[in-house]
């Protein structure tokens, strides 16, 4: 009903699919946000303390993990972490991201037929892992630039805000729009340079004791400065150039809903 009520605008049959999604709730699993992520952080720190530092990156790595220094040891684990984050939402969030931000899917068309699960559930589950992957690496690594301190805060509060502004739809009657444009700009944070995965695509190197060191030029394995070792390459501009333009090109074409 208050979906409705508050859709009366028209808008161009020839106007993107962007401008035609409704106001509505993004997902009945939005009130649950913080249970989620909770579940999130503890599977984090279940992978990293019984998988990742028990046995596996020993095993994969060898003297190259058990040499390091406890500030370098800390960015490697968070690289496979966020990494794997990555991967898992990619493959999971891709199709609910097209379909609603570019096909013709709302926040509560199925989940690729599913009674139970709408693509606005996938969405928000994996704005909290992205999410979960920020807030852990700010707490987890020793050290990390002011930049990146800025961009993950940035990125937390952003991400929460629109998630939280959709549980009013009275007051906030761009939430849904919000939303999305959100899921756009995390998009290119998920498709920029993938530093993270470099980790991964070391073991497939001939020699997995050089493979970081031939990946990162800069990395040592007992480097004693962390501002040298591991260190990712600048996100390339023209990922910025691309997200900026697609970010107004969208909002731009939400102006005609006022």
């Known amino acids: 009903m208050v979906s409705r009520q508050l859709n009366e605008t028209f808008i161009d049959d020839d106007s993107p699919h962007v401008t035609h999604v409704p106001l509505q709730s993004i997902s009945r699993l939005a009130p649950f946000s913080a249970l989620i992520i909770s579940i999130i952080f503890v599977n984090f720190f279940l992978i990293r303390f019984y998988i990742l530092e028990r046995f596996l990156l020993q095993k994969v790595y060898g003297k190259t993990y ?4 406890e500030t370098t040891r800390r960015g490697f684990v968070n690289h496979h972490i966020a ?6 939402i990619l493959v999971l969030a891709a199709y609910p991201f ?14 690729v037929g ?17 999410i979960a992957m920020y807030v852990f690496e700010l707490f987890y690594r020793p050290k990390i630039s002011p930049v990146s301190v ?9 991400g929460q805000s629109a998630i939280a502004i959709s549980l009013n739809l009275v007051s906030e009657r761009d939430a849904t729009i919000e939303f999305i444009l959100c899921t756009v700009w995390g998009t290119f944070l998920q498709l920029s340079p ?3 995965f470099g980790p ?3 073991v497939s190197n001939n020699s997995r004791e050089q493979a970081p060191s031939t990946l990162f030029p800069n990395f040592s394995p007992t480097s004693r400065s962390s501002s040298t070792a591991y260190s990712p390459p600048r996100t390339d501009s023209s990922s910025n150039s691309s997200e900026l333009l697609v970010s107004q090109h969208l909002r731009g074409q939400l102006q005609k809903r006022y």
């Open 66 to 69: 058990t040499q390091m220094d």
């Open 83 to 88: 990494g794997a984050t990555k991967i898992l």
């Open 98 to 111: 097209i379909d609603v931000a570019f096909g013709s899917a709302t926040f509560h068309t199925p989940f």
């Open 114 to 130: 599913s009674k139970h699960v709408s693509q606005g559930d996938i969405l928000i589950i994996a704005a909290q892992m992205l």
């Open 150 to 158: 800025a961009h993950h805060v940035g990125s937390v509060l952003i």
């Open 194 to 196: 993938p530093y993270s």
């Open 200 to 202: 991964w695509r070391a």
